[in-house]
């Protein structure tokens, strides 16, 4: 579900599986339209290099990196918009995961 989504714009649903040891990073357009000095955008190139250079960092880690990758790229030049991160590592063996209650999947006809 698009959360703060325009109601008349057309979303698709999509789905992943995400494996144990795998990450998922989620960023805004605030992220890509980060502009430096020179009004050049940040991209999604250089935002999807940056990520995969972070493979193996905690979730932590990584958002903590774009922060101050993107941080830097823009050199004091005010933003017309906020930068919105989110890391998620997949790790079902560490002792503080929680315990899944069941083997159902979670879809978005099972969720409240």
């Known amino acids: 579900m ?4 325009f109601s ?4 698709q649903l999509q789905e992943t599986t995400i494996a144990a040891g795998e990450t998922l990073t989620l960023y805004t ?3 890509t339209e980060a ?4 009004h050049q955008l940040f991209g999604r190139k250089r935002a999807m ?6 493979s193996g960092m905690t979730a932590k880690e990584i958002v903590d990196t774009v922060v101050d ?3 830097q790229y823009a050199e004091q030049t005010e ?5 919105t991160l989110l890391s998620i590592c997949y790790k079902p063996d560490h002792p503080k995961a929680p315990k899944p209650h069941s083997s ?3 879809t978005k006809d099972n969720i409240d």
């Open 2 to 5: 698009p959360i703060g989504a």
């Open 8 to 11: 008349d714009y057309p979303y």
């Open 29 to 31: 357009d605030g992220l």
């Open 35 to 38: 502009l430096n000095a020179e």
């Open 49 to 54: 290099q940056l990520i995969a250079r972070c």
């Open 69 to 71: 990758e993107v941080t």
């Open 79 to 83: 933003q017309s918009d906020d930068v």
């Open 104 to 106: 159902e999947q979670m």
